[in-house]
Nanobody, 122 residues
Framework: QVQLAESGGGFVQAGGSLRLSCAAS????????MAWFRQAPGREREFVAV????????DYTNSVKGRFTISRGNAKNTVYLQMNSLKPEDTAVYYC???????????????WGQGTQVTVSV
């Protein structure tokens, strides 16, 4: 089993930045692909970013390209999401996910954190 715990969410004005962290624990956790998803009120959960186990391969949804950066810590059991130039439409609960397949679909991921709220105001 893999346990995930997000942190770093909060309240920020448009144009500001936040850095989300996800700490992972469990057997073989360094072999997992890790991703961020988000869900805004009244909307379906959507893919945000994914990073390979090595940290060398990344993908982003178009709406965050150039603004968000996903990365893995040196120990590979932590994943970060650096969010710059935040917009009100980025407001959502952000979830960390872990799985064994690199992709944008949520069914690629077997383990999920509880989520952390990000609120961006004008």
């Amino acid at each position: 089993q893999v346990q995930l715990a997000e942190s770093g969410g909060g309240f920020v004005q448009a144009g500001g930045s936040l850095r989300l962290s996800c700490a992972a624990s469990g057997r073989f956790v360094v072999d997992y692909i890790m991703a961020w998803f988000r869900q805004a009120p009244g909307r379906e959960r959507e893919f945000v970013a994914v990073v390979s186990a090595s940290g060398g391969l990344k993908d982003y949804t178009n709406s965050v390209k150039g603004r968000f950066t996903i990365s893995r810590g040196n120990a590979k059991n932590t994943v970060y999401l650096q969010m710059n130039s935040l917009k009100p439409e980025d407001t959502a609960v952000y979830y960390c996910a872990a799985g064994s397949s690199f992709g944008r679909l949520d069914n690629h991921y077997n383990y999920w954190g509880q989520g952390t709220q990000v609120t961006v105001s004008v």
